[in-house]
């Protein structure tokens, strides 16, 4: 699941990227559509789930890395939508292109409506004690604070911790 970027040349290059390995990168919009599409079938889906969402997107807010934080809900609808067990992938780098995975379970069905802050503190907790095990690892360029709780109108968005 990905969000389409602005400049095709490097949506091309993100999405050749993450699909090098046979994966299929879903534009978030389509996402919904997809999933019931496929709903029956055998599936596995990866997020990148680190990044902010924009100002007007919903979002859970949380604390991560002693900031409050911004992180995004879907995962949670998905988890919903598909009723699946929901995982974390920790990764380590162990050399020059090498690297190690293990999963670790966050959540299992049945997951009731309005569980998603749970489960979206949970992911950030996971991705916490990943950072912080290996800070050089996360990619620290983009901006996780672009602003502030208080700059979002709450009641606007409809979805606040």
């Known amino acids: 699941v990905y969000k389409p970027q602005r400049v095709g040349m490097i949506d091309r290059f993100l999405r050749e990227a993450r699909g090098r390995f046979g994966g299929e990168p879903i534009p978030h919009k389509a996402l919904t559509r997809f999933l019931l599409k496929r709903r029956s079938e055998a599936h596995v889906y990866a997020m990148v789930a680190d990044q902010t969402p924009k100002i007007d997107e919903p979002k859970h807010w949380t604390a991560f890395l002693n900031q409050d934080s911004s992180f995004f809900v879907c995962a949670d609808a998905i988890a919903r939508i598909l009723q699946a067990p929901v995982f974390f ?49 996360w990619l620290w360029v983009h901006n996780k604070w672009k602003y502030h709780q208080t700059a979002v109108a709450v009641e606007d968005i409809g979805v606040s911790h």
């Open 89 to 137: 992938v920790e990764m380590r780098r162990v050399g020059r292109g090498r690297y190690t995975m293990r999963l670790a379970r966050l959540a299992d069905p049945p997951h009731a409506k309005g569980a998603g802050p749970a489960l979206i503190d949970c992911y950030a907790r996971a991705l916490e004690r990943e950072i912080r095990a290996s800070p050089a690892d």
